[in-house]
């Protein structure tokens, strides 16, 4: 079974710039989408986008299309979210998770997450 280990949180001002990172270990991810769920405090989990086991094809979130994009090398057994022109509503903790359906009752494992945190 793979694990997921987020990485590259922090604390930016709006209109920053971050990229997150999501490790693969146990397995490759080679052939298994990855998507990108974000929690803010006292709100339900939330789909950001996810992207194809080849990176063929994303799909993102209305609230992120176009300031954030999903990619990946598998060389390296990584998926990345490159996230830009940040808003102080992106503000949350941001978790990866194996499979690529935006609904977050489809998972059943969730790691730590990496918080990001967006000031005005």
């Known amino acids: 079974q793979v694990q997921l280990v987020e990485s590259g949180g922090g604390s930016v001002q709006a209109g920053g710039s971050l990229r997150l990172s999501c490790a693969g270990s146990g397995r490759t991810l080679n052939f298994i989408g990855i998507s990108w769920f974000r929690q803010a405090p006292g709100k339900e989990r939330e789909f950001v986008g996810s992207?194809?086991?080849?990176?063929?094809?994303?799909d993102y979130a209305d609230v992120v299309k176009g300031r954030f994009t999903i990619s990946r090398d598998n060389a390296k057994n990584t998926v990345y979210l490159q996230m830009n022109s940040l808003k102080p509503e992106d503000t949350a903790n941001y978790y990866c998770a194996a499979g690529t359906a935006r609904d977050r009752q489809q998972y059943k494992t969730w790691g730590q997450g990496t918080q990001v945190t967006v000031s005005s």
């Open positions: 992207i194809n086991w080849n990176g063929g094809r994303t």
